[in-house]
């Protein structure tokens, strides 16, 4: 059964429509990511999902059953937001158990809950803390941790890496894939950032202006996005979308090139043009080409490369990776 589906969810605010029909369904168990720029509405549709929010019209199902009109501790939810405000006169254990000993369970078995959830987030050592002697990675864990011990049948996450430093985020990002395979509870993680989305999500559903543009897997959506919309906003650096006559002769109207599928090439190039920013990253060198008539192209190079700010340069596409896009900028099949 799927543990959430959504049915012509639509949000409006006033006369302001911000989600125009969304139809989607999660699978128990799995990690879905809902990526798309800031405003396009991830945070209202987790919002109605949690039932944090009025649904304007649709139904949210919640293991089968509609939930429109069941209150956010009857949907079984539990949600991280972006900033999670802990409790900074109470301790790492207080904090975790302190929806538990609202709902005056026994001590002993918040205790236990607590505990339980301390060893999988590996902040045993922390319990007698407050948050104020945490880091901020270590006060993540324990909002995960809140959320943990109400043993809910979805976790629902908004953002909530963005407050960590850049190495913090990825060490997070890997715990949080793990938590989620030993765990085996359904997430959906809101992010805007696509690194994420690619690296934790089974499915991702990219958004826009409130609407679905494509929902898939990391590859499938990397590999076969069903528009520029998706092609540019998954990966990094971002697909080239290159129009004009090169791309007639294709057949489409716009071309788009993954940036390490741009080779330079001194003999017969496609593109000439003068190297605008290099940007080495010892791994893999990207460099941004400025090509009259075409604007700039980004090509991701492997390894450590000698060119330099002003070279003229040649530049030609592996035509076996090519993406094809009609005039509204729609994937097209065949050429
Ligand atoms: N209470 C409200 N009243 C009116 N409009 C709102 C309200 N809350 C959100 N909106 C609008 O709804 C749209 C979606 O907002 P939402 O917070 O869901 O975006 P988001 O995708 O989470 O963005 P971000 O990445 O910046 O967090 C935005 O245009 C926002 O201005
Ligand atoms: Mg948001």
New binding site residues.
Partial sequence: MAALALVDVVKT?GA?P?IHGVNLTVGDGKFVVFV?P???????LLRMIAGLEEISAGQVLIGGRVANNLSPKERNIAMVFQSYALYPQMTVAENMGFSLTLEKRPKSEVSAKVNEAAATLKLTELLDRRPSQLSGGQRQRVAIGRAIVRNPQVFLLDEPLSNLDAALRSETRVELSELHHRLGTTMIYVT?DQVEAMTMADKIVVLNKGRIEQVGSPMDLYNRPTNTFVATFIGSPKMNLVDGPWAQRFGSQTIGIRPEHIMVSNNEPTWKGTVSVIERLGSNTIMHVRVPGIGSLVANLDGQRDYVVGEDIGLKPDEQHLHFFDVSGRRMEAR
């Fill in positions: 605010y302001h911000v798309g800031s405003g396009c509405g991830k945070s209202t805007h």
